[in-house]
């Protein structure tokens, strides 16, 4: 058998056949389908009115697999423990790619708008099968006798949720929800939603949850890697002066640990959510750093749901939550920090530290965060993926989001040039390993788009 592509020679291609007479839907679910890729593919997106021409797109890009979807068509992702082992979309693909031999893959179709058999929103295409083709073939989309047409493995068709645009009667059930600016979605009961389709439930329930909480959110635990924090841009010289963060999980006193602090190097934290900072706060002030599943209990009592929400794996609620699974996560924090012992020593110095706490929609208006970052020469800001969230990217739309991402690193680089920054762009790329300045100089000179992402970073995670 031959070499199959791997991961990173696949590309995404979006199909642009969405509804026609109701431009703003179409809009809206051509920004869906980029949105939910986005949480695990961060390459270019190819977009094209046929299947045809996003093969030739992919062909002339290089590319040796294309993943097709039309405005509509999402992919699903999870938060769940390492504990658990899953794996994401995008690695399942790569591994499904390389263990078959196909021309195409999909779910079969017998529509009139099949593409080879095989239903147009949701396909995967060999590009250089394709092109092998003669060009009749592929001209009157009827593949040769002996091309290998496959049905796509069905966990990961079972990973993707369809909105059912093309059927008139779906398409208005969930428009209803995008009315008032998108705020109709605070009126959604997935009790009273028998005309929606199964996975427009689904969506519409898992966006609802959080527009309705998300502003009242605590992350207990980081979901992304520290990876981008553990080594420092070579021209970094401790330590910091200022660290600016979101108040989540562990990750900003990662920061600290790498890129060296002393007694007084000052800790701002800042979110949207203030229970997310009254959590934080009561932390730094109450917690010993040993024990921390013990103490999370301690917070569920002092800070109960579901007056704070908080953001768990598998959307469980604290009464649903496995104290099994949180002591194997427990234990796979402390392994990043050698022990115990090591964590609790680097939580005593930490804790110290003078700290801050800020209320601020960073997507929405940067300004009250912003009137607090110095000029200084060595500071450093994580704001994860505040530019990306499930609350922001509902109520707008990509070409908003890249504006109001722009606005922030502009007036965070015109305010402390030199400032590290760790993070996600509104395409959700990672941000990492460059100055403020830096970033600003050279993000201005890509492409600037929700096709074509930037990529200015040391190292590339999810976030």
Same mark, same amino acid.
């Given at each position: ?142 593949? +040769? ?8 493995? +069905? ?113 701002? $934290? ?55 699974? =949180? ?15 090591? $964590? ?9 530290? +003078? ?6 929609? =960073? ?6 965060? =912003? ?33 109001? $991402?722009?606005? $922030? ?21 990672? =941000? ?32």
């Amino acid at each position: 058998m031959t070499e199959r592509p791997a991961t990173d020679s696949l590309v995404f291609g979006l199909l642009d056949d969405g509804p026609t007479g109701d431009p703003p839907l179409a809009a809206k679910l051509r920004d869906f389908t980029l949105w939910w890729s986005r949480y695990d593919y961060r390459g270019p997106v190819l977009e094209a009115r046929s299947v045809e021409a996003l093969l030739d797109a992919a062909a002339a890009g290089g590319h040796r697999t294309c993943l097709i979807q039309s405005p509509g068509n999402l992919v699903r992702e999870r938060w769940s423990p390492e504990s658990r082992g899953n794996v994401g979309f995008l690695e399942a693909l790569g591994r499904w790619v390389e263990g078959h031999e196909f021309l195409a893959a999909g779910r079969p179709s017998a529509d009139d708008d099949a593409w080879f058999g095989l239903d147009r929103r949701c396909l995967v295409v060999d590009v250089e099968r394709w092109r092998s083709l003669p060009e009749a073939a592929r001209t009157a989309g009827v593949p +040769p006798a002996d091309a290998s047409i496959l049905p796509l493995d +069905p966990d990961l068709l079972d990973r993707t949720i369809d909105l059912e645009p093309h059927d008139p009667a779906r398409r208005r059930a969930l428009a209803r929800f995008l009315e008032d600016g998108g705020r109709a979605i605070e009126r959604f009961d997935p009790r009273e939603a028998g005309d929606l389709g199964d996975g427009q439930r689904e969506f519409l329930e898992i966006v609802a949850r959080q527009v309705a909480h998300a502003r009242r959110g605590v992350f207990l635990w980081n979901i992304e890697s520290y990876d981008d924090v553990e080594s420092p841009p070579p021209s970094h010289e401790g330590p910091l002066h200022s660290l600016y963060s979101v108040a989540a999980g562990f990750k900003p006193y990662r920061i600290l640990k790498t890129h060296g602090f002393d007694d007084r190097t000052r800790v701002v $934290f800042f979110d949207y959510s203030a229970p997310a900072l009254a959590v934080k706060r009561h932390t730094v002030e109450e917690w010993d750093g040993r024990d921390y599943p013990a103490f999370v209990r301690h917070l569920f009592e002092v800070f109960p749901s579901p007056e704070t929400y908080y953001q768990l794996w598998g959307d469980c609620t604290p009464d649903e939550l496995d104290w099994g699974e =949180v002591e194997a996560v427990w234990a796979r924090e402390l392994e990043r920090w050698g022990g115990a012992d090591a $964590f609790a020593e680097h939580w005593r110095a930490c804790r110290a530290l +003078p700290h801050e706490f800020v209320r601020c929609d =960073v997507l929405n208006d940067p300004w009250t965060l =912003v009137q607090r970052v110095r000029t200084e020469r060595r500071a450093a800001i994580w704001w994860s993926n505040a530019f990306f969230t499930m609350i922001g990217n509902w109520f707008h739309d990509a070409e908003e989001r890249r504006a109001q $991402f722009e606005r $922030f690193a502009e007036r965070i680089a015109a305010t402390c040039h030199s400032i590290l920054l760790y993070g996600a762009d509104s395409n959700n790329v990672s =941000v990492n390993g460059l100055s403020a300045g830096e970033y600003w100089v050279r993000y201005r000179q890509g492409a600037r788009s929700a096709l074509i992402p930037t990529p200015l970073h040391r190292k590339d995670i999810r976030t």
